[in-house]
């Protein structure tokens, strides 16, 4: 009986055990079932209830430019075609008292609207050189625009319509909040083909393409040509970027696309419906980054920050900064490197004092400038002092370069200013260091170890000095049709 208690038990709590199963997966079951339901409930909608809330705000523009005309057949025969002489005087006759005829150019483009009463923000490009600009709008209306300023820096524009009624609009959105994976609208006039809508994700920040204040959001949006100044929209609603170019081998999208981020374009946009131009500020000092060598050539713990290779008369001279120092703070921000000192001094204030801190021989230094406007500044470099060089006509080989002072007949050959003194570099060893990093025939080294050489003495000197201070390597500042650049070369060959 005993036993028999024993096996019931055990096949009670079998069954118990297997109740407990089949609930558990009846609960798996059901939540798997319900966050299937979520997720259909979540899924993105159609986008056309943005599509129609922001497309009144957008335009087509077509620009017509009158180019010069050519008069008769051109280009009928090939040059020294026996034909050649029959087509000329053929011209002549028909073109005899005529005058070349005008003819009428035209390009589209796109844009938007950033205020009731009627500006409309586009690409420079699209306007550049138009002799008359047309604003076709989504309801069909047409009407003429004047350009109130341009910034071919940024390729934006902005230009004015009027109309009797307030115009449908949009806002800027910030597009430093824009993360890679958001999704995006572009809207504009491709290939003239209308109003046209195409979505995509953010697939990149901060591309830089050539000029200096670039910041641009890159985009798989299908972007082609007529695209150029529409709006790139966030699902809010709101501009995020201007649409401004593509990278294609066929000139069609190819889903890499680059928008003018809406923080630069806002900025620029304010100026010109003030100023009708940009005002940027102006510091006044040539640079370039900090490599790893140049880094340790300068005993820096980290290579950041912004090396002045000149100081031209400007405000930057005026506060004291000089030649080799290294730019780590600007106006209280970090400056990571030139690309980003460019963009700070540009976005501040004509006029205003701010600080600049600056590592001098391994100290750090805080000087206030007062910044110019970079629109207004001289590019004329100040004259470099002329160092008291002995005459020294011995050339030698150093650091794989064949040195020598330069002289009349030097100066003369190479086409060297009178104002600059220094080595001059007869000649490199292909199988350098100094060739690798791009020195050449006609090179002037004016300082070593962020001191001016004029006499090959002087540079050995400099060599030593590095040495007995432990520097693996001498920085140089190289001068080439009077550009200059740093240059760190190893010691250790020597």
């Given at each position: 009986m005993?036993?028999q ?7 009670q709590d ?10 558990w997966?009846?609960a798996?079951?059901?939540v ?5 339901a979520?997720?259909?409930?979540a899924k993105?909608e159609s986008?056309?209830?943005?599509a129609?809330?922001?497309?009144p705000?957008v335009?087509?523009i ?6 010069e ?7 009928i025969?090939?040059?020294g075609?026996p ?14 008292g ?12 796109s844009?938007?609207v950033?205020?009731a009463?009627?500006?409309?923000v586009?690409?420079?490009?699209v306007?550049?050189g ?7 709008f989504?309801?069909?209306d047409?009407l ?9 820096n940024t390729?934006i524009?902005?230009?004015k319509v009027t109309s009797?009624t ?8 910030d597009?430093d909040s ?6 995006v609208?572009?809207?504009g006039?491709?290939l ?10 953010v697939?990149?920040r901060?591309?830089a393409?050539?000029?200096?204040y670039d910041d641009y959001?890159?985009t798989?949006?299908a972007?082609n ?8 929209f966030n699902m809010?609603g709101?501009?995020?970027g ?10 069609g ?7 003018m981020a809406?923080n630069?374009v ?17 510091l006044g000092?040539?640079i ?5 060598d140049?880094?340790?050539a300068m005993?820096?713990e980290a290579?950041?920050?912004?090396l ?11 506060a ?5 120092d290294?730019?780590?703070?600007f106006?209280g ?5 030139t ?7 540009g ?5 205003k ?5 600056v590592?001098r021989?391994?100290e750090?230094?805080?000087l ?7 629109e207004d ?5 100040a004259p470099s ?7 020294d006509?011995?050339?030698?080989d150093l ?5 020598g002072?330069l002289?009349?007949?030097k100066?003369s050959e190479?086409?060297i200013?009178?104002d600059?003194?220094?080595l001059?570099?007869?000649a490199v ?5 100094a ?8 090179d002037v080294?004016t300082?070593a ?11 050995e000197?400099?060599?030593?000095e590095?040495?007995d201070?432990g520097r693996?390597s001498?920085?140089?500042l190289?001068?080439?049709a009077?550009e200059p650049r740093?240059v760190a070369?190893?010691?250790?060959e020597?």
């Amino acid at each position: 009986m005993q036993s028999q208690a024993i096996t019931r038990a055990g096949i009670q709590d079998e069954r118990v055990e297997t109740r407990s199963r089949l609930l558990w997966l009846s609960a798996l079951a059901f939540v798997f079932l319900f966050a299937q339901a979520v997720m259909v409930l979540a899924k993105p909608e159609s986008l056309a209830p943005l599509a129609e809330k922001i497309s009144p705000s957008v335009v087509n523009i077509t620009t017509s430019t009158v180019v010069e005309g050519r008069t008769g057949p051109q280009g009928i025969v090939p040059e020294g075609s026996p034909f050649e002489d029959f087509f000329r005087d053929f011209r002549e006759r028909n073109n005899e008292g005529d005058r070349p005829r005008p003819r009428r150019s035209s390009a589209l483009g796109s844009g938007f609207v950033i205020s009731a009463d009627g500006f409309v923000v586009t690409n420079n490009h699209v306007i550049d050189g138009a002799d008359e600009i047309l604003i076709e709008f989504f309801s069909g209306d047409e009407l003429p625009a004047e350009v109130i300023g341009t910034d071919p820096n940024t390729d934006i524009a902005l230009l004015k319509v009027t109309s009797d009624t307030p115009l449908p609009f949009v806002s800027f959105g910030d597009s430093d909040s824009a993360r890679v994976g958001d999704w995006v609208m572009a809207m504009g006039n491709p290939l003239g083909q209308g109003f046209s809508v195409s979505a995509g994700i953010v697939s990149a920040r901060n591309r830089a393409l050539s000029g200096t204040y670039d910041d641009y959001i890159q985009t798989d949006a299908a972007i082609n040509r007529g695209n150029s100044g529409g709006p790139l929209f966030n699902m809010d609603g709101d501009v995020i970027g201007v649409n401004t170019a593509i990278l294609s081998p066929n000139g069609g999208s190819i889903g890499i696309g680059f928008s003018m981020a809406s923080n630069v374009v806002t900025r620029v946009v304010d100026q010109l419906q003030e100023y009708g131009e940009t005002r940027r500020g102006w510091l006044g000092v040539r640079i370039q980054d900090v490599t790893e060598d140049v880094a340790e050539a300068m005993g820096l713990e980290a290579a950041a920050g912004a090396l002045i290779t000149d100081v031209p008369e400007g405000p930057a001279k005026s506060a004291g900064l000089l030649s080799g120092d290294v730019i780590t703070g600007f106006d209280g921000v970090d400056v990571a490197d030139t690309r980003a000192l460019v963009r700070q001094v540009g976005n501040t204030t004509v006029g205003k004092t701010v600080d600049v801190v600056v590592n001098r021989e391994g100290e750090t230094k805080t000087l206030a400038v007062t910044l110019g406007r970079r629109e207004d500044a001289e590019r004329a470099e100040a004259p470099s002092e002329e160092g008291e060089a002995a005459p020294d006509v011995v050339e030698k080989d150093l650091l794989g370069l064949t040195l020598g002072v330069l002289t009349p007949e030097k100066r003369s050959e190479l086409s060297i200013p009178d104002d600059v003194e220094g080595l001059v570099v007869s000649a490199v060893d292909e199988t350098s260091e100094a060739f690798e990093k791009g020195l050449r025939l006609g090179d002037v080294i004016t300082e070593a170890g962020q001191q001016k050489v004029t006499s090959l003495a002087q540079l050995e000197e400099r060599i030593e000095e590095a040495r007995d201070a432990g520097r693996k390597s001498l920085l140089l500042l190289v001068r080439r049709a009077g550009e200059p650049r740093f240059v760190a070369l190893s010691l250790e060959e020597e």
